[in-house]
């Protein structure tokens, strides 16, 4: 049985920047998800509190606006502060049903001074420990008006029963040296995390567990206007502009041939799940491995960084 592996793909809409009501959202999710014996269950990027959508709809990259100051601000009041124990019930939840977790976050990291804001990937293993947080390389065109760049201290794999799971942010995905980062560590479960999309999800998705010889779970959020709670700072702004459906999902999985197994999911919400095989990984390993049998480290290498970065480094004595 350890080679097989009961995933989960929780498609949703979050409270959208609100911190409280979209925790209290993930903690009834984990409970569905293991009424199924869930081994691991997976959160889109940004779940908590929510993407940024408004930056697109709000002239988000004008100087100086009191609008985006304000829906900033906001932002960062719901994001996470991991050292604070936000995270504590969601551990303690997955300690008690032997469930591993990757949830997408927005993380006010203390230890860059509790200002600016990371998109994080959180990896909690089945004994509920905070084993890697992953902030996002580069955040993607306007993500970089709210998010700060990361650094490579999250990337990291976790063994999981036969398995060996790593996971990126969205458009890291379409970097080869971070993939590469984690093939090099044994990954051969991916996990992809996306604020929504089929158009993001639909060929990546394949692509990187076909170059990989691994399985890849994409998981995406939704999100539409009816969403938008009602108390959102700026609600009418962000409205005059916003399309209806900003984040159709797109959830996927592919196995380690770049065949579908579960084809991307658009406009529905939910848990998915399916049973995942470690020997399938075995069979394709047999005639590609990119860091393996089919690698020339004589000839090229990476060499990768995992220091968290830090702006001040003290000494006292």
């Known amino acids: ?27 009834s999710t984990i409970e569905e998800a293991a009424k199924e014996k869930t081994e691991l269950l997976v959160f889109g990027e940004a779940f908590l509190p929510g993407y940024p959508f408004w930056l697109a709809y709000t002239d988000g990259a004008a100087w100086d606006l009191k609008v985006n100051k304000e829906l900033h601000a906001h932002y960062a009041r719901n994001s996470i502060q991991i050292e604070t124990g936000e995270l504590d019930a969601i551990c303690q939840m997955a300690r008690t049903h032997k469930m591993a977790i990757y949830l997408g976050m927005i993380e006010r990291a203390k230890d ?6 990371y998109c994080s990937l959180v990896y909690i293993n089945q ?3 905070i084993k ?14 709210t998010w700060a760049p990361g650094d490579g201290n999250g990337l990291r794999v976790h063994n999981l029963k036969n398995f060996t799971v790593g996971g990126l942010n969205c ?19 991916h996990v992809a995390v996306w604020p929504g999309g089929v158009h993001n ?3 990546i998705t394949r692509f990187v567990a076909r170059e990989s010889r691994s399985y890849v779970i ?39 041939y770049g065949e579908w197994i579960v084809e991307p999911i658009a406009r529905k919400e939910g848990i998915f799940y399916k049973v995942l095989d470690f020997n399938r990984v075995l069979e394709e390993r047999q005639n590609f491995d990119p860091v393996g049998h089919y690698s020339r480290p004589d000839v090229t290498q990476l060499t990768v960084n995992r220091e968290r970065q830090s702006t001040i480094k003290i000494k006292d004595q």
């Open 112 to 117: 860059r001074g509790g200002h600016s804001l």
């Open 201 to 203: 999800t639909k060929d």
């Open 127 to 129: 004994d509920g420990e």
């Open 132 to 145: 890697s947080v992953h902030r996002k390389l580069q955040p993607t065109y306007d993500e970089r008006l």
């Open 171 to 189: 458009w890291e995905n379409w970097m080869p040296l971070p993939r590469t980062a984690l093939y090099g560590q044994g990954e051969n479960l």
């Open 1 to 27: 049985m350890e080679n097989l592996l009961k995933v989960a793909m929780a498609q949703l809409a979050p409270v959208w920047l609100n911190k409280t009501d979209t925790l209290n959202k993930i903690e």
């Open 218 to 256: 994409s998981v995406s959020s939704l999100m539409t206007t009816s969403d938008f709670p009602k108390n959102t700072p700026h609600l009418n702004k962000i409205l005059e502009k916003a399309p209806k459906v900003l984040a159709d999902g797109g959830s996927c999985i592919a196995g380690p």
